[in-house]
């Protein structure tokens, strides 16, 4: 599985970079902002998908790194899916009682009158940073992050009946190495999610977001760009009383991406035989080896972004966990 999902990382890069991004510096880095932006759109939805419940006790929990995040959340105020989507994208939150380096400063204290175990609202002002080792956090090396920008949430009456997260000026930021050179990724979004439905209907959940990518290889730009995108996802559980285990999605929006100043519009669509679908145990054997969540967790159907004006396409099929091929005419 490592070996084929490392390839299709090096493959999409390499496709998005004939859509006009540019291509990797002589003995640098494989780093492409491009790539980095539609991952953290997957790691949202996957954090998304795994933060819904997977059994008819209706807890999310089913792993110990899972308690972590939820304990870890519980502790500074926040709803567990926020901490689920810093997870994603390469963060581990540290105790609230860790250090002075990581302040978070929640509006107000945490209140669920429907009783669902998730507070109603909360607003969190972020201004927090660290360090990442191979010993406390299963990262491959050391990595230092930080965070900062302001997270909203809403959360909808009802257990899992969905909430609303907007992100404003939300600035994450991992820094390592790689190949014997200092790596910065950043990412910056601003946006809303939007999330309704339950375990007997589904779930659906609009997605408007603005990303804005930098890689920085030993202190130089190496490879940055924007995208828009606007999105709507739906779910349908495979199982109703395991909800969160696995189950089928679809994928319908546009997806602008701008690159050196030159700008292109792309369709997003999902097969539907067979459909994408997506499992819990996918996204967390692939976590396993990314340390972030990487390749959405499908293990069938595709997933096709198209030019509008060129009509040049690439789509990403899921033959299995980990088994993917690419079509592409460019």
Known sequence: MQAKNLVLGAVLAGVLAACGTNAPTANLPDEDAVAEALSVEEGLDSALLEDLPVGSGGLAVQSVADQEVQATANDWGLPPVVGRVLRAWGVHL?????????????????????????????????????????????????????????IDFTDKTGDHTGFTLTLTDFVVSLSGTRNGHAVT????????????????TGWTWNRDLDLSVVITVDGAVHSETTVASSKTKTYTPDDPNQPGAAGTVTVNGTTTITRNG???????????????????????????????RRFGGFDAGWIRHENLTTGAFFQVTYNACGDVTIKKSL
């Open 262 to 292: 030159e700008t292109q519009e792309l369709t997003v669509t999902s097969s539907t035989e067979p459909p994408l679908h997506w499992s819990r145990e996918c996204a967390r054997s692939l976590y396993q080896i990314f340390k972030e």
């Open 185 to 200: 990724r950043t990412r910056t979004v601003n946006g809303t999610v939007d999330l309704s439905g339950s375990a007997d």
């Open 94 to 150: 540290p105790p609230k009682d860790a250090s002075g380096t990581c302040v978070i400063d929640v509006s107000a204290p945490p209140v669920d009158d429907d009783g669902d175990g998730v507070v109603d609202a909360a607003s969190a002002s972020f201004d927090c940073s660290g360090t990442m080792t191979p010993e406390a956090h299963q990262v491959d090396q050391e990595i230092d992050f930080t965070v900062s920008g302001v």
